[in-house]
């Protein structure tokens, strides 16, 4: 016990001295005051040390070694708990670069865009001239960042970054954010020593941590927001109040003052130099210290001390800061100067109690009266200090004034600026912190209090005491600590976020009290404890209770921490993701941006865009540009709008302003585009008059209006937009008569259809009773009353079923409107409707009968037309839960209804029979039943009450109603379409009847088209009917066989264009059909409906068919005939117009290019319309392109001599010669003809074929060769050499280099050495060329050595090809010479050759691959050299509006090598590994600048690359993803069996929305993997991405019973995706046929009962035998059921290889 106490040691040790210079102290405190500056000059300490033996120094030394451990210990937890509590609440780790900057919260994320600029510059110097000349951040402005962000920590730790070679070793990212936990280690560690030297026991220091830790989320805001300036400067300030502490103990030596005076000095500058806010909280610990000094606790030398740290360190602050005049106007420096002055010029320490009391009013007077002068003196000659607004803010903050200003009551409405919760006092309440806490302050300050009092009545109390005579107050560092935490806890009252400075120095005073024996000594001296020696009590308490309350804490809390530690949180904002990723790649750079602060920061670090303000509230010109914004910066999740007069319009939400007012203020801050954010706009705030728009309304003086009626209000002020209140459902029962006047307006709101649905799903909600069961729908006068209102507003509508149908009323809502008008119109109940006779009932109620019954065979038939099906919206429980029992119902209404067809239609057949009219309930026959229901029934069957339909227009109705009924029936059944026929027959002549109808809703042109087919269907036209429509005229045509007629109608149809395209289409259509079918004689037909149409399509303007241009391939005089005579009858309309004439010309210009027959060009060329509609230029132009394509005819001169007419003549010879060395490839057959060729004429002969290429490295060396024989014999021998190896004729070009280096060596060195490296490339070529049909036989020794030397070849003045060193390396490559390519290449070919550096970095990243650590280093340099290859080089042009565009030039010469090149060169490698690193590094790149987190490919090796790229926008998109899918299908064609690239392929369709390409590569993989699925496929293929994507991609295709089965492969079954995919019916697989591959029993079931629910009898059996298979049964072993799973996912996945192979 004694071992953890250095400071009671201590006591216990000086207790027994009686040194002189102890009493000469004592003395020295009663003497006047005339010797007090004597006093104040001596050092701190005066007591000689006693006589301490070996033993004792090596405890003390042990025991303080201990404690410097267990502080740093416990540092380094607190930061690594920290720091593993932000990667599990944002999985920090995981995530794309541009994820983990979101996750900076608040507006943080600036300061850190800052730092990434400083590593961007390319100097240290750079940057920080960049940062204080900062155009690039404010729209307008030109600011030092550094003075106005506070911006030191950043550019340290970038300098620090930049010196200690991190590149290579962490990320930038990480590199930052392991400095701030760092920092927060030194924060733990000094709360440790703090508590350790006021305790005497580091026990007391571990109890501190351990508080901190429990109370995180009140102790620090860095695991919310890392960048925080406060994260950065607090560690700094707990360092001071350490040495502060250190400072005021009495009882230390000289030099460990020294040390404390200079580590407070260093920190008290420090903390000064990177947070703004830090000289308020060193006013804070001044405020404290001048109440120390005036109440005379510590000695003035150590407060003159102090004093002059203070001022050191304003004064380099003011200077570090560029000057800042809030340092010199600050109330610390007010402070100081005061109270130095005051020291100065009083002395206190003299007279009795009353007069010093006296005294110590006179020098706080004087001390404040001295500070405020100076500080209004320094306002006055220093402008821009901000004092003036805080006392403005603290006078509204404290009720003492009002104000509209926005900043100031949006600063008010900040949860940081407001009040605590009860929360916190109770979170430190369960934590134990705060009734101890409660209870040492208690005993500290009445201690205090005693103190201040005895030396104000001038007792002398004892330096060092004995423990039993002391008293804590009495030591100066307890006194300043009891000041500093009450101070900083009255702070905490009033701003919330005070309590991240208040809460870690609670819970270090907290523990120095519980482990304090000076605490309970003087509770003990007080209590008067004469049972027990107080001191040895005192001891034991004080290791007792903080033992007790260690366990209790470790108990309770330890499990929390570690379960909070386990447990991985949910975080994403993928909006502002995609909001930054569409800014990045579609706004240009010089746009700017407004917003909300917080957004703008995080705007500003994504994008590095110009922005108008920034989140910093400590700058009153920032905070009052975002006054500007902030009546725009509130409507997406997020989105950016252009700025425009039309879109600021929008803002009005925001505030009363008008839209030019907005928009003058967007355009001063230069504003190109707004961010609107739907949080602020539909802002719900739980702090009273706090939402912005609220508070711009107050600023800009319009009237105000509480939040809760700020909706409503909007509605009908006129600077708002006006929108008319929506009228209630239940107002229409409050008001009976209310329905029919909002009927009657124009436009109702809500419309009388949405009042059908509201009023009949009031009505249909079910009901609970007591027993909280849910029981049907009550029938009561409530109820009754709804079901009527619905029913008066269909009478309104005169009981139009087309306006109920298409006025968006679902089945389930009709057929229960319908039946309550059965039930309303007394229709006897359990009779079916076919069972009744319609002429004795009453007219209404037979007329509800025959309405009902026309609604059902109309749904019938309407639900038999295809459904473009909604997009479905996110999965939400409910509202699925909704739509699939709105479905399912009405799936079950349309059984019933298709059930009972035969019956409807047999009740309206038998309604055409009654002669009578019939009457249809009105809404005055509706109210008559709600008032009487058997009056009203009386009245309406006399005939004197409802709406009149007579018996022609429900004739006419009904036999329309039945022929669509019959015609839907007719596809099964074909004499149904000539009842159709009849029906719509007798529809047409009573429509004719009617003059006016009132029930007749028809729709004239179905009724056309419903006519027309029949007819054609039915055969049934008639030639004389005047009524007869050309449609019908050709259909007889067609029935008659008179095809030509139908070809003269179709060329008729040409100048009247009456018939549409689509029929003249679907005519020759049927007319191929017919022809294939064999029917003769229809070929000619075919083709000249085929012209007919062309000449339309001309006519019109429109693209010619591919089906006419497939006839001019083979074309006939006869055909070329009948298109000019078309075209001819086409215009030979007097009034054919002039677009027409210019289409018929482009047209007869196509047929002359399409022709290839020149003579029957020339019938065209001949035929009036080619000089009617052609220009003389375009008849010339026309004519000269024909005779330049024909070789045989010429049209305008005399046919030319055949070749044989031409004479022979000397140069014949010659020709056969050149012929000859043409053609040959005998070294010595082209020696000889060469020599034969000069001997006849003396020029050179290497020009004879144009073919003949050599490179152009070679062309000068060769040329330069001065005899021309020679010259010609290398050129010719080089060039068909070459050409050789390009043919893979290996054997003859080896035949011809060896005749040319024989040649050579005779006169060329520099000849010799090329021919030798062009026979090194041949050899190469050759080798690799049998190694890619499949040898795996090793090159010979001979040939590696061959391309070590070239590599290693130093000849100077030596052309070469890289094109060699290309193979040469790819070579290398091929046959793993990696360790050769790493360490033995020459640097100096390294950098003339490119290939060669790439070889070497893909070499050493492949040679570190397979290792147990994946070195970075390497690969960083592989991957920066591919991303300038894919890069393209960007330059500003400044277009004619001014503004500045961007230029990306592809191809450029940014990188070692064209993109092309490199691709060229990648095809030339085979090795696995090396292909493997490149998928993988293309892989990374194409994530990367995507940057789309849901659709990401996979590879192998992706975490060796980095994760992110500093210039994003220069890298091409396009080419990158072009280069991945090359790359991947180059490869896979190298060995298609290679598992990792066939997911990568199969990724890559899947990013691309090729589903069933994706799946196919998918299935390929696990193919491969488990032999064609004769075994499991391993989990690492089929991990559950891959085959959540498999799911997906079946899902796209339709293949909903797929993904059923796919959904058990999972390793959790996704239940929801099958259930959802078996709802759909609409299936385009094999549906059933699959049941027998699922084993989970829980999807067998829902099959039965969804089969069960539709009412697929066939397919439920299939179901239920599927599940009643015995291997199935889930009471059988573990093995059994995973045997069945297996066996069923074999069979599966064989038979999906077998779909999509």
Not at 63 to 73: I, M, P, T
Not at 123 to 132: A, C, P, V
Not at 621 to 637: G, H, M, N, W
């Amino acid at each position: 016990m004694a071992g953890l106490r250095c400071r009671i040691a201590n006591t216990l040790e000086v207790s027994n001295e009686t040194d002189d210079d102890v009493k000469a102290e004592d003395e020295e405190r009663q003497k006047d005051d005339d010797d007090q500056e004597e006093d104040s000059r001596k050092p701190a300490s005066t007591v000689r040390k006693p006589t301490i033996s070996m033993k004792g120094v090596l405890q003390r030394l042990l025991r303080v070694s201990l404690g410097c451990l267990a502080s740093v210990a416990c540092g380094m937890l607190y930061a690594a708990y920290l720091s593993a509590f932000h990667e599990r609440r944002f999985w920090f780790s995981t995530r794309q670069e541009l994820e983990r900057e979101i996750t900076f919260q608040g507006g943080s994320g600036l300061y850190y865009y800052y730092y990434k600029h400083m590593l961007a510059a390319p100097s240290f110097q750079r940057g920080f001239y960049e940062l204080m000349t900062d155009d690039r951040t404010l729209a307008g402005q030109t600011i030092n960042a550094v003075e106005r962000l506070s911006l030191y920590p950043e550019m340290i730790t970038s300098y620090i970054y930049r010196i200690t070679g991190s590149q290579d070793l962490v990320e930038p990212i990480y590199f930052y954010m392991g400095a701030v936990f760092g920092l927060q280690a030194v924060y733990a560690t000094a709360l440790f020593v703090c508590s350790w030297l006021m305790s005497g026991t580091w026990v007391a220091g571990v109890l501190a941590v351990a508080w901190c830790v429990i109370s995180r989320s009140d102790a620090t805001r860095v695991d919310q927001a890392v960048p925080l300036r406060e994260n950065w400067a607090l560690p700094y300030y707990s360092c001071q109040v350490a040495a502060l502490t250190g400072f005021l103990c009495n009882n230390i030596s000289s030099t460990v003052e020294m040390l404390c005076y200079l580590t407070m000095s260093t920190t008290t500058f420090s903390f000064l130099l990177v947070w703004e806010h830090s000289h308020h909280l060193l006013f804070i610990q001044a405020f404290c210290l001048f109440l120390l000094d005036s109440f005379d606790l510590v000695p003035p030398r150590k407060m003159s001390d102090i004093h002059k740290v203070y001022v050191s360190s304003l004064l380099l602050a003011f200077f570090f800061h560029f000057h800042n005049t809030a340092l010199l106007g600050s109330p610390l420096l007010s402070l100081l100067i005061g109270s130095m002055l005051a020291r100065y010029l009083q002395k206190m320490k003299k007279g009795p109690l009353v007069a010093r009391v006296m005294k110590l009013f006179l020098h706080f007077h004087l001390v404040f009266a001295a500070g405020i002068t100076f500080n209004y003196l320094v306002k006055k000659v220093l402008p821009g200090s901000e004092s003036e607004f805080i006392l403005k803010f603290l006078e509204v903050k404290f009720g003492l004034n009002t104000t509209t200003d926005f900043v100031t009551n949006l600063l008010l409405c900040q949860e940081s600026l407001r009040s605590p919760s009860q929360d916190l006092f109770l979170r430190l309440t369960q934590a134990s912190v705060l009734p101890f806490y409660l209870l040492v302050l208690t005993v500290c300050l009445l201690s205090t209090l005693e103190t201040i009092y005895r030396r104000l009545s001038g007792q002398v109390t004892q330096s060092n005491p004995k423990l039993e005579d002391v008293h804590v107050g009495e030591r100066p560092e307890v006194v300043y600590h009891v000041f500093h935490t009450f101070l900083f806890g009255g702070l905490t009252m009033l701003f919330d976020g005070v309590k991240y400075v208040w809460t870690p120095y609670v819970c270090m005073f907290t523990a120095f009290g519980v482990c304090s024996p000076d605490l309970w000594m003087t509770v003990f001296r007080w209590m008067k404890v004469k049972s027990i020696h107080p001191v040895m009590l005192s001891l034991i308490l004080s290791t007792a209770v903080p033992t007790i309350i260690g366990l209790s804490l470790w108990r309770e809390y330890c499990p929390r921490v570690l379960a909070e530690l386990s447990e991985l949180q949910e975080f994403s904002d993928l909006d502002a993701a995609e909001m930054i990723s569409w800014i990045r790649t579609r706004v240009p750079t010089a746009a700017v941006f407004a917003g909300s602060p917080q957004l703008l920061g995080a705007v500003k670090l994504g994008s590095g865009l110009v922005v108008t303000s920034l989140p910093h509230h400590s700058d009153m010109d920032l905070l009052r540009r975002s006054e500007d914004v902030s009546a725009l910066s509130a409507c997406s999740p997020i989105r950016c709008v252009n700025l425009d007069l039309v879109s600021v319009q929008t803002y009005q939400v925001y505030s009363m302003r008008s839209a030019e007012e907005i928009y003058k203020i967007l355009t001063s801050h230069k504003t190109n585009y707004v961010i609107i954010e739907e949080s602020l706009c539909n802002e719900l705030s739980l702090n009273k008059g706090c939402r912005i728009k609220d508070l711009l309304d107050i600023s800009n003086g319009h009237r105000r209006m509480s939040a809760e009626a700020a909706d409503r209000v909007a509605a009908v002020t006129s600077s708002r937009p006006s929108t008319p209140l929506q009228t209630s459902w239940f107002e229409f029962l409050l008001d009976g008569a209310l329905l029919e006047k909002h009927l009657q307006k124009s436009n109702a709101d809500p419309t009388p259809v949405q009042l059908i649905v509201q009023f009949l799903e009031q009505a249909s909600k079910p009901s609970v009773n007591e027993q909280n069961q849910v029981q049907p729908p009550a029938d009561n006068r409530r109820n009754r009353t709804l079901k009527l209102l619905a029913l008066k507003v269909a009478a309104h509508m005169k009981w139009d079923l087309d306006v109920l149908e298409k006025g968006s009323l679902s089945i389930p809502v009709l057929n229960m409107l319908l039946n309550e008008l059965l039930c309303v119109s007394k229709v006897p109940p359990g009779v079916k409707h076919v069972d009744l006779d319609l002429s004795t009932l009453p007219p209404t109620t037979a007329m509800a009968v025959l309405i009902y019954n026309r609604w059902a065979i109309r749904t019938i038939v309407l639900s038999s037309f295809p459904e473009k099906q909604a997009k479905p919206g996110p999965h939400q429980m409910n509202m699925l839960n909704v739509v699939q029992q709105e479905k399912e119902m009405t799936d079950n209404i349309l059984s019933v209804l298709k059930e009972q067809a035969s019956d409807s239609i047999s009740v309206l057949t038998g309604a055409l029979q009654l002669k009578k009219d019939f009457y249809v309930h009105t809404m005055r026959t509706l109210d008559l039943l709600a008032a009487d229901g058997a009056a009203a029934n009386g009245e309406t069957e006399s005939s004197t009450a409802g709406l009149r339909i007579s018996a022609n227009e429900l004739h006419c109705q009904v036999h329309y109603d039945l022929g669509a009924i019959s015609f839907q029936q007719g596809c099964r059944d074909q004499p149904a379409f000539e009842k159709a026929r009849d029906h719509f027959r007798q529809t047409k002549e009573l429509l004719k009847k009617l003059d006016s109808a009132v029930h007749v809703h028809l729709d004239e042109k179905r009724l056309a088209g419903y006519w027309n087919a029949c007819q054609a269907l039915t055969g049934d036209c008639d030639s004389c009917d005047s009524q007869t429509t050309r449609y019908d005229q050709i259909n007889m045509m067609i029935s008659a066989g008179s095809y030509q007629a139908v070809v003269d109608a179709f060329i008729k149809d040409n100048v009247s264009r009456s018939l549409p395209k689509h029929f003249r289409c679907s005519v020759l259509r049927e007319f191929l059909h017919k022809a294939q079918q064999g029917e003769a004689g229809l070929d000619e037909v075919c083709h000249k409906l085929c012209v007919c149409n062309a000449v339309r399509d001309a006519l019109e303007g429109e693209v010619l068919g591919v089906r006419f241009l497939q006839l001019l391939l083979k074309p006939s005089k006869r055909l070329v005939g009948f298109i000019l005579e078309v075209c001819t009858q086409a215009l030979a309309k007097e009034r054919s117009s002039e677009t027409s004439r210019r289409n018929m010309a482009t047209f007869v210009r196509t047929l002359c290019e399409s022709l290839e027959d020149v003579s029957l060009v020339f019938v065209v060329s001949s035929h009036k319309l080619f000089t009617e509609l052609l220009k003389e230029e375009e008849r010339t132009l026309l004519v000269e392109q024909m005779r330049k394509r024909s070789a045989t005819v010429n049209l305008s001169a005399k046919p030319l001599p055949s070749f044989y007419d031409i004479p022979v003549s000397a140069s014949v010879s010659v020709g056969q010669l050149e012929q000859q060395l043409i053609l040959s490839l005998e070294p010595r057959r082209i020696r000889q003809i060469l020599n034969e060729l000069h001997g006849i004429a003396d020029r050179p002969f290497w020009r004879v074929n144009s073919k003949w290429e050599v490179p152009p490295d070679y062309i000068n060396v060769i040329l330069a060769i001065k005899d021309n024989l020679t010259k010609d014999l290398v050129y010719i021998l080089m060039a068909k050499g070459l050409h050789c190896i390009s043919v893979k004729d290996f054997l003859h070009a080896r035949q011809l280099f060896s005749a040319c280096l024989e040649l050579v060596t005779e006169f060329s060195p520099r000849l010799r050495q090329v021919m030798l490296n062009e026979m090194l490339l041949l050899e190469l070529r050759a080798h690799e060329t049998v190694a890619a049909k499949g040898s795996k036989e090793r090159p010979p020794p001979d040939l590696i050595s061959r391309v070590r030397g070239y590599l290693e070849m130093r000849i100077h003045d030596l052309p070469l090809r890289q094109v060699v060193g290309e193979e040469c390396v790819a070579f290398m490559l091929n046959w793993r010479e990696n360790d050769y390519l790493t360490l033995q290449v020459p640097s100096s070919a390294v950098i003339s050759n490119p290939y060669i550096k790439l070889g070497q970095l893909l070499a050493s990243t492949c040679k570190e691959l397979p290792g147990p650590k994946e070195s970075r280093r390497t690969a960083k340099e592989l991957w920066d050299v591919v991303v300038q290859i894919c890069s393209v080089s960007i330059q500003h042009k400044r277009s004619n509006d001014g503004r500045v565009g961007l230029i990306k030039h592809r191809e450029s010469s940014l990188g070692i090598l064209l993109r092309s090149k490199f691709i060229t060169f990648v095809t030339k490698i085979r090795e696995p590994l090396v292909l493997t690193t490149l998928i993988s590094l293309f892989v990374r790149l194409h994530c990367t600048v995507r940057d789309d987190i849901v659709n990401e490919v996979t590879a192998e090796h992706l975490s060796i690359w980095p994760s992110s790229l500093p210039n994003i926008q220069a890298v091409d998109v396009e080419a990158v993803a072009v280069t991945v899918k090359e790359l991947v299908t180059y490869a896979l064609t190298l060995n298609p069996n290679n598992q990792s690239w066939l997911i990568t392929q199969a990724d890559i369709y899947f990013v691309t929305n090729q589903y069933s390409a994706a799946l196919n590569f998918y299935v390929q993989a696990g193919a491969v993997a488990s032999d064609f699925f004769s075994k499991a496929v391993p989990p690492d293929i089929y991990t559950d991405q891959v085959l959540k994507r498999m799911i997906k991609c079946c899902s796209m295709m339709n293949c909903h019973t797929q993904v059923a089965v796919l959904c058990q492969f999972l390793r959790e079954v996704d239940y929801m995706t099958a259930f959802k995919a078996l709802q759909e019916q609409s299936s385009h697989d094999a549906m059933d046929s699959f049941y027998d591959y699922i084993w989970d029993v829980t999807i067998l079931e829902y099959l039965t009962h969804i089969h069960h629910k539709r009412g697929e009898a066939e397919k439920r059996q299939i179901a239920i035998k599927a599940i009643g298979q015995t291997e199935l049964n889930t009471s059988n072993p573990e093995e059994v059921l995973q045997l069945a799973a297996q066996k069923r996912k074999k069979r599966f996945f064989q038979a999906m290889a077998k779909l999509y192979f």
